[in-house]
């Protein structure tokens, strides 16, 4: 039978030239790891590829959201994107890569800033959690993967990757 598409709806659609990543992380309740996912889609909304990152023993919420903004560059990096807006439901997240400030996760953060540089533009934005349900539904589906990172280019996860719908405020 086919697959019966589901909408999601996403803030805004990024400018015509970039394309846009949102992020997410999830913890288990009942196992020792964690997970991270991006998902990218271009302007219209197409699927362009996903990525997971499946962690043993991470569980603090904050640093899980600063290494899926590191996950979303390198699936940005794989995919060949110089322009890309990502798009975090974590406000604090966003604020430390756009600020100085480096926070308890400041490695990570210098390293984000340090890979930056690759692209021609980064942009990274905060949305609310209900325009995020693809990359959280993505991060929990990932938890009980094997440990590494998964990624998909051509085929949009069954079931958690859904026809998306921007809403231009």
């Given amino acids: 039978t ?10 805004g659609a990024p400018p015509l030239d970039f394309v ?12 020792n790891q964690a997970s991270v996912a991006a998902v990218a889609r271009d302007s219209s909304g197409s699927f362009l590829g996903a990525s997971t ?13 600063v290494l899926a903004c590191r996950e979303d560059l390198a699936l940005a990096s794989d995919l060949l994107f110089q322009k890309v807006r990502v798009a975090s439901d974590y406000l604090n997240t966003v604020r430390s890569l756009q600020e100085d400030g480096m926070g308890r996760y400041g490695h990570i953060t210098r390293e984000i ?9 980064i942009d990274f934005i905060h949305e609310r959690k209900e325009f995020n349900q693809e990359a959280h539904k993505l991060a929990r589906s990932a938890i009980y993967n ?12 069954e079931g958690v990757c859904i026809q998306t719908i921007f809403v231009h405020q």
């Avoid at 086919?2 to 803030?11: A, I, L, M, S």
């Avoid at 997410?24 to 309740?29: L, V």
């Fill in 113 to 121: 800033k340090e890979s930056m540089t690759r692209f021609l533009k």
């Fill in 20 to 31: 846009k990543i949102n992020v997410d992380a999830a913890t288990s309740k009942n196992s």
């Fill in 53 to 65: 990152l499946v962690f043993p023993g991470v569980f603090d919420p904050e640093t899980l959201k």
């Fill in 2 to 11: 086919p697959r019966e598409d589901k909408q999601v709806q996403y803030q």
């Fill in 146 to 157: 094997s440990v590494g990172r998964h990624v998909r280019f051509c085929n949009p996860t």
